[in-house]
């Protein structure tokens, strides 16, 4: 559950919070076993719930990568080895530039 400052109750994208019967499990599925009382715990994530757990293990492999990006460009650096691409930021401009063309065309400006 997740509590914003308004106070009210939210569920939490793992979460599905059903009033018409059971939960129908997913495709992931974790158990796990205690020996002293031989209960056993599950847990099952909802189709949003792995959604939003693989978009999370893909943005923090895109943080590492970028760590890594960042090395490389300090290495070329200190190195004296990096250079600038004119052509490649122009290009990357001028996209940029037509993209906020794009978009400024669609937001009514006479309000």
Known sequence: MEIPENGALLPHPA???SVDGP???SQT???EQNSSQGHTDAVRLTEKGLAFSEAFGK???L???RVDRVLELKRQLAQGTYRVMG???AVNMIDESLENDSVLK???TNV
Request: glycine letters at 4%; charged letters at 45%; hydrophobic letters at 25%.
């Open 15 to 17: 979460e599905e919070i």
């Open 23 to 25: 939960q129908q499990p």
């Open 29 to 31: 599925e974790g158990r």
């Open 59 to 61: 943005a923090r492999s």
């Open 63 to 65: 943080a590492e990568t």
């Open 87 to 89: 052509d490649r930021i």
């Open 106 to 108: 669609h937001i009514d």
